[in-house]
């Protein structure tokens, strides 16, 4: 079948059957389909959606367009999980979460992303580490998840591959917004690496994807839905995002601050620690490691403050690359900025609010993100100190501390993030930093994995 056939069928409002996506997936790979003609049938499941049934078919033959990892040969002695997240400013959870969850017997192979949009990403805040592989061999990886029971990693090439060529593309055209996409997306990746169970983690708010509750709510009921169709047992939290998640925005500091978080050097931000326990009990939970939810975040905890969970993380940094002595003060060799320079609250009041957004999109003026995919980054600048909305400030208190590589930047920055604040009388409502749970009934179909080529 030609790909006009496959578009003109969705253009119509048609749903697309097994034999049609499959021809636009090996298309995609095989790059027999143009771009037009991929960014063609992108906008027409944007304006007219995806079946559910549709949305499965997708997400599987993209799985199916690579390597499909194995892990059985490896003999981890536990079961093996992962967490997504939908992006965030400040979010830095996944540095603790994994070795919080290995800590406690399960296994987490974390196969992450690099920084989109205004959000920022994990493996590009894990290269702030002198060394580190986010691109180790499998034999390495392997010998990581023995050892510390966790590698945050990056996508290999071989990993659905038509993913990777499918979103370049939609992020040129426009259709970066179509929840099927989104979830085929998210989920083809994560069942190509093995996985026996996953958590997502869908963020919430004005410095998210999803700006409300019921986008959100959207979103993780089509990765709850279809990874059930897919045979991958998943639960999803809602979380907010109408503020910094934990004190910094930008690589090294929010590594220097998920360090700190896991040796217990200085205060853990309380929202940040909220939802890290939170989705390690959902995920302590789902494998089985823990009878509840609740029972599994007092586990976490647990494996916290005995500080197993810091020395996981160290095993696995040093033992993809990065510093052996990450976890002493200094050790984790992490780069500094020349400018360090306060944003001064303008009067008396409360921190009412904050547009995170463009709290994110000041980092990337900095040079602490990418505006197209080729940028480099600056791992040393960003914003710390950040100041938690509810909080009572005083004329001239520092609301958080920029980051940068000249005064010139960090004066523009200050600027900038100013009028992303609200200074009020008096505190407004804040949203639970755990909006919501959701799950399906039923037990998925057990899947089978392929072993990788």
Same mark, same amino acid.
Not at 319 to 348: F, I, N, S, W
Not at 408 to 426: E, M, P
């Given at each position: 079948? +030609? ?13 697309? *059957? ?193 700006? +409300? ?116 003060? $200094? ?16 009067? *008396? ?6 547009? +995170? ?12 993100? $990418? ?83």
């Amino acid at each position: 079948m +030609t790909p006009a056939e496959v578009i003109r069928t969705k253009r119509d409002g048609r749903a697309l *059957d097994d034999a049609q996506i499959d021809a636009f997936v090996h298309g995609l790979v095989a790059r027999e389909w143009s771009e037009g003609q991929v960014g063609a049938l992108a906008m027409a499941i944007l304006l007219n959606g995806m079946t559910r049934a549709e949305t499965v078919a997708l997400t599987r033959a993209m799985t199916h367009s690579g390597v499909v990892l194995d892990w059985s040969q490896a003999r981890l002695p536990g079961p093996i999980i992962d967490k997504h997240s939908t992006g965030g400013v400040g979010d830095k959870v996944s540095l603790m979460l994994a070795p919080i969850v290995a800590a406690c017997g399960a296994f987490v192979p974390m196969v992450s992303g690099r920084g989109l949009g205004h959000t920022g990403g994990t493996l590009d805040k894990l290269q702030s580490l002198p060394g580190y592989q986010s691109a180790p061999s499998r034999a390495a990886l392997t010998r990581a998840l023995h050892e510390a029971g966790c590698a945050i990693v990056g996508a290999s090439a071989r990993v659905a591959p038509a993913d990777r060529r499918l979103y370049a593309i939609r992020d040129v055209t426009a259709t970066v917004e179509s929840v099927p996409l989104i979830t085929a997306s998210i989920l083809s990746k994560k069942l190509a690496a093995g996985l026996q169970f996953l958590v997502m983690d869908v963020k919430c708010g004005n410095g998210a994807f999803c700006t +409300t509750p019921t986008a959100a709510r959207e979103l993780a009921r089509s990765l709850i839905d279809v990874a059930h169709g897919a045979s991958l047992p998943t639960t999803a939290l809602v979380t907010d995002m109408n503020q910094v998640l934990g004190h910094s925005a930008g690589n090294a500091l929010e590594m220097a601050e998920a360090i700190d978080f896991l040796v217990g050097r200085g205060a853990r931000e309380p929202r940040l620690e909220a939802v890290t326990l939170a989705l390690a009990g959902e995920m302590l939970a789902l494998c089985g490691l823990a009878s509840d939810a609740h029972a599994g975040a007092a586990q976490a905890q647990r494996a916290l403050d005995s500080g197993s969970a810091a020395e996981r993380f160290a095993r696995m940094v040093s033992t993809l690359g990065g510093p052996r002595d990450v976890l002493a003060r $200094r050790g984790a060799k992490l780069p500094t900025a020349r400018v360090v320079l306060d944003v001064p609250a303008p009067r *008396d009041g409360v921190l009412a609010a904050m547009d +995170t957004r463009e709290i994110g999109l000041a980092v990337i003026d900095l040079g602490g993100g $990418r505006r197209v995919a080729s940028d480099a980054i600056d791992p040393a600048v960003g914003l710390s100190h950040v100041v938690t909305c509810g909080a009572r400030v005083s004329a001239g208190q520092a609301l958080m501390r920029v980051h940068a590589h000249s005064r010139a930047q960090a004066s523009a920055v200050v600027a900038r993030v100013l009028r992303a604040l609200v200074i009020a009388d008096s505190a407004l409502p804040l949203q639970p930093v755990v909006i919501e749970r959701l799950a399906r009934a039923g037990k998925p179909r057990r899947r089978s994995v392929e072993r990788a080529s």
